[in-house]
């Protein structure tokens, strides 16, 4: 049996990098590890397009109405 592991990006105000890390983890193959794995990304109520560049790879995008911090943003 798998074990289904979710990797969460807190993200705010990170269009400049948002690509290349998704670019880097979808490159990760989860067989090796033996694990299934999501990719959630959490703007955290960005003022650029960060949302919509990470809604442009196979991952979910969760948009937080307010900037709350990092913390929150993994929780």
Do not use: H, W
């Amino acid at each position: 049996m798998k074990t289904k592991v979710s990797v969460i990006i807190p993200a705010y105000n990170e269009s400049a990098a948002i690509g290349p890390c998704l670019t880097a983890l979808l490159r990760q193959d989860g067989a090796v590890y033996g694990q299934d794995y999501e990719i959630i990304v959490v703007d955290d109520a960005s003022t650029d397009n960060t949302a919509s560049k990470a809604a442009a790879f196979p991952v979910k995008v969760v948009r937080s109405p307010d900037n709350r911090g990092r913390v929150d943003a993994r929780k």
